[in-house]
């Protein structure tokens, strides 16, 4: 798997909605065998770099790894 770093925005699915969503790369999709439409869970996390920590999420697809409990 590679290195590379995604950077996206999180955002309302609709104006009217509380709901949220991001939209990764296709490239990024294909690479995780992730489908649109999959509900992904995020967990807030601190990423430490060489340069600093900051923070930043974890995502896992939930649709495909159900979290059990």
């Known amino acids: ?14 104006a009217t909605d509380h709901e ?4 990764l790369p296709d490239e990024l999709m294909k690479q995780l065998d992730w ?4 509900e992904i869970g995020w967990e807030s996390v601190e990423i430490c770099e060489d340069w600093g920590e ?12 159900p979290k059990n409990g």
Do not use: A, P, Q, W
């Not at 798997?1 to 609709?14: A, G, Q, R, T």
């Not at 900051?54 to 790894?65: A, I, P, V």
């Open 54 to 65: 900051h923070k930043g999420f974890t995502l896992s697809n939930l649709t495909k790894n």
């Open 35 to 38: 489908e649109i439409g999959n």
């Open 1 to 14: 798997m590679s290195n590379k770093k995604h950077i996206v925005k999180v955002e309302y699915l609709d």
């Open 20 to 23: 949220l969503c991001i939209r």
